[in-house]
């Protein structure tokens, strides 16, 4: 069975910084593509960077130049550096793993305030 298990989420103002970590445990031979993906209230959820098992990154346009994807495979962990946020990056942050199959995390909450 594979959990992954986030943190880092939190209250922060405007202008400010986050990281999110999420940890994969369990049955894993080896991950491919690691993400963040996060919902807004009334929104979508919507892909906010990945990770691919050799590093090549890939993210949304809203966050490009604000915000930094790495992984560990090591330790199975992959990071999300938030820098600069703003108010539309408040939403619950999901991490997601490309395994045999996609898994989920039960996501994190980032507020930004003004």
Not at 23 to 32: P, R, T, Y
Not at 39 to 57: D, H
Request: proline share 1%; charged share 15%.
């Amino acid at each position: 069975q594979v959990q992954l298990v986030e943190s880092g989420g939190g209250l922060v103002q405007a202008g400010g910084s986050l990281r999110l970590s999420c940890a994969v445990s369990g049955s894993i031979f080896s991950i491919n593509t690691m993400g963040w993906y996060r919902q807004a209230p009334g929104k979508q959820r919507e892909l906010v960077a990945t990770i691919s098992s050799g590093g090549t990154t890939n993210y949304a346009d809203s966050v490009k130049g604000r915000f930094t994807i790495s992984r560990d495979n090591a330790k199975n962990t992959v990071y999300l550096q938030m820098n600069s946020l703003k108010l539309a990056d408040t939403a619950v942050y999901y991490c997601n793993a490309h395994i045999r199959y996609f898994y989920w995390g039960q996501g994190t909450q980032v507020t930004v305030s003004s």
